[in-house]
């Protein structure tokens, strides 16, 4: 933090309250140093992520069924499966 300002990025997916604790201390000039802290109380705010699919190319022996599907970000999702 060479400019007084720090860059906070949270977890990926992570919502909700999270806090920083930030000490600041002078030189120690006269000795002791003198240092006081001070809490940073942070909101991340959710987002409504688009999900992310791939396309799939699945084969199979005849007669037996296979359906796989992968799915990123991990958060509830509706899926119509069409099958021809």
Same mark, same amino acid.
């Given at each position: %933090? ?7 990025? =949270? ?5 909700? =309250?999270? %806090? ?10 006269? %000795? ?39 799915? %990123? ?12």
């Amino acid at each position: %933090m060479q400019n007084g300002t720090f860059t906070y990025t =949270p977890s990926l997916n992570y919502n909700g =309250p999270d %806090m920083a604790v930030v000490s600041i201390c002078d030189a120690g000039t006269p %000795m002791p140093a003198s240092c006081v802290n001070d809490t940073i109380f942070i909101t991340v705010n959710p987002i409504n992520d688009a999900p992310v699919l791939d396309n799939e190319n699945i084969s199979t022996n005849e007669d037996v069924a296979t359906v796989v599907i992968s799915l %990123m970000p991990a958060t509830p999702i509706r899926i119509r499966l069409h099958l021809r």
